[in-house]
Every structure is written in structure tokens, then in C-alpha cells.
């Protein structure tokens, strides 16, 4: 549920002509509120090896298009039938989910490789992408970072024991356990699934970000590649 601020935005893209106090009021009186962010679970598992990766980020989560700075972690959702795990690929520029998948496993095989996959095959291409995420050993495993490097992306890594360091993807899982899981009781993970799915949809379709000066990701994906067609960047990527 959004705040007063971002209601009032949704309100004005309606064209209804209130004031953000009205709107305020009008919540109030409806027994409507926004829903606070929680504190994320840890679910980072610690490699047994020296993670070597470079911090290409350096916490300035921001690119000059689509598909240029990926980043990805994992939460957890607490079922009737035990824990299940969530895995989220965001493409900074849009702030799109590109991938994503749940698993009553924290397997690399069988969680955020699978998110990767779906991230790789909706963007076309990866050449020169970064790839950034934390020191969990799903990240550092030789499978994922082989995999990246056969798709011309390149790995990158945050400090060890700072969320900061990936903070884009940690408001990302704080949004979804706030606005979809924190408001009810799941019985396993197909109802999580299933709402993880309308989740995302309307985060990327739907949402107003504010980082995003209160649009949504589809609206900056679609105004930039109207404005650089693909041809056009594949040109560029080709000759940087």
C-alpha cells in the first residue's frame, strides 16, 4: 500500500485535483496507511574461499541505459510448510525486476542462476553489463561467474557485512516482504509464487518509484528506447 506521498501522485496521473493534506485526511479517515519497511533476514552464505571480484559499483547505483548495472540478491519467505527463497535480478537504469524465481532451496543451481537465466534472455544482450551482488556463495560460486563471463558480464561485489554495498537490491527485497508478504499468512510456495508474480508485475508496470520521479519502470524502459533505437545501441556496445 503506498504512502500518503506517493498516493497523491497516483491521484494527480488520475486527474483528480487534491492536495496531499486532503489525501492524507482521506486515508485517515479510511483506516488506510502505508506500510513501513521492515529489517531483511539475512540469507547471505558466507564462501569458505577468498572472494576476489572488484567493487565496480562503489555504491553509485546509477547507469545511462537499460541492461548496463544488473543487481541481485536473496531474501526468504516463511511458509505453513518452512522457508522459501526469492531471488531478484534489477536492472538499475529502469529499476525493472529483470529475473526472478523461488525455491524451497538456496542452491545455486536451483535459485539465482535460475534468475540470471530468465535476467539474460529478457535483455538480449549482456555484453559489457556489470553484474553487481554480495559475497553470498551462491554469487561466488565458479557455476554463476563462469556463467556470467560466457555472457559478457562482468562481476562485481560489495564489501563484506555492508548492506549498503548493495542497497539497491536490499530496498528491493524490503519493498516486496513490506507490500506483498508481511500482509498475510503463506501456505507454501506456490501462493507465494503466485503472488510474487503479480508482485512483480505491478512493480514493473505499475508502480510509481521515486526514484524514478514517480513513474514506472515500463514507462523509463519504453521513453528509452524510443528515443535509442536497439540497432542504434548495439552499434555503440560494438565499438566502445
Known amino acids: 500500500m503506498y504512502g500518503v506521498w506517493k498516493m497523491w501522485r497516483v491521484l494527480q496521473r488520475q486527474g483528480i485535483d487534491i492536495g496531499r493534506e486532503q489525501t492524507a485526511r482521506l486515508m485517515r479517515l479510511a483506516g488506510v496507511s502505508g506500510k513501513g519497511k521492515g529489517r531483511s533476514p539475512i540469507t547471505t552464505r558466507r564462501p569458505t574461499g577468498p572472494d576476489t571480484r572488484p567493487d565496480l559499483v562503489g555504491r553509485e547505483f546509477r547507469a545511462s541505459g537499460p541492461d548496463r548495472l544488473w543487481v541481485a540478491d536473496i531474501t ?26 523461488l525455491s524451497d532451496s538456496m542452491r545455486t543451481e536451483a535459485l539465482p542462476l535460475q534468475a540470471l537465466n530468465q535476467a539474460i534472455v529478457c535483455a538480449k544482450e549482456t555484453t559489457g553489463l556489470v553484474h553487481h551482488s554480495d559475497h ?17 558480464i562482468t562481476a562485481s ?4 557485512g555492508d ?35 503479480e508482485w512483480v508485475t505491478w512493480w514493473n508496470e505499475s508502480r510509481l518509484h521515486q526514484s524514478l520521479d514517480y513513474r514506472t519502470p515500463a514507462e523509463i524502459k519504453a521513453e528509452f528506447w524510443e528515443h535509442h533505437p536497439r540497432r542504434e545501441m548495439m552499434e555503440i556496445k560494438a565499438h566502445a
Open 76 to 101: 526468504y519467505v516463511r511458509t505453513r510448510k518452512g522457508f522459501v527463497y526469492t531471488a531478484f535480478v534489477t536492472d538499475v537504469f529502469s529499476r525493472r525486476i529483470v529475473g526472478w524465481v
Open 136 to 152: 553470498g556463495s551462491q554469487y561466488v560460486s565458479i557455476v554463476y561467474n563462469e556463467h556470467l563471463a560466457e555472457h559478457g
Open 157 to 160: 561485489t560489495g564489501t563484506v
Open 163 to 197: 548492506s549498503y554495498d548493495n542497497a539497491l537490491a536490499e530496498n528491493v527485497n524490503g519493498s516486496y516482504k513490506n507490500e506483498i508478504i508481511h500482509t498475510r499468512t503463506w501456505n507454501n510456495v506456490v501462493d507465494v509464487e503466485i503472488a510474487t508474480f
